[in-house]
């Protein structure tokens, strides 16, 4: 979508030239601060939803635009997710980088190969042990 806005803009659709000429050139400056406000506001609908401890924010090219993505995302954290007063939220940058992919796609096969442990909390029905089997004491 970036590329997209910028090539429609006049200044083509290479991403690291866009980035580039971003410090210089305020129409391209702004699109980056956009993406960045979109991005806090699906970042924070994602950790009000979920009770999110930490973000955690990488991938290619991500590093070239953290300047102008991530305050967005930080001042909206900090100001508007539910559980700011109890337990703070914290947004950080990844250490896998471009790896971030490779990374996760392995994450999903260890899930879908380890196997899990049993759950931690009771049955909905409330009923544990014997009781729940049917067995009266």
């Known amino acids: 979508a970036i590329c997209r806005q910028a090539s429609a803009l006049g200044y083509g659709d290479d991403f ?17 601060e956009r993406a960045g406000q979109l991005l806090a506001q699906a970042l924070l609908g994602a950790v009000n939803l979920f009770d999110i401890d930490t973000v955690v924010i990488g991938g290619h090219h991500f ?17 508007f997710a539910m559980r700011r007063n109890v337990r703070p939220v914290t947004v950080q940058y990844s250490i896998v980088d471009e790896a971030a992919g490779a990374v996760g796609a392995a994450s999903v096969v260890f899930d879908k190969l380890l196997p899990t442990s049993p759950p931690l909390v009771a049955p909905s029905n409330g009923l544990a042990g014997s009781e729940q089997r049917g067995s009266r004491a």
Do not use: Y
């Open 16 to 32: 690291d030239q866009i980035v580039s000429l971003a410090h210089t050139k305020p129409r391209l400056a702004e699109i980056f």
């Open 63 to 79: 590093r070239q635009v953290a300047d102008w993505l991530l305050p967005p995302v930080e001042t909206a954290i900090q100001d």
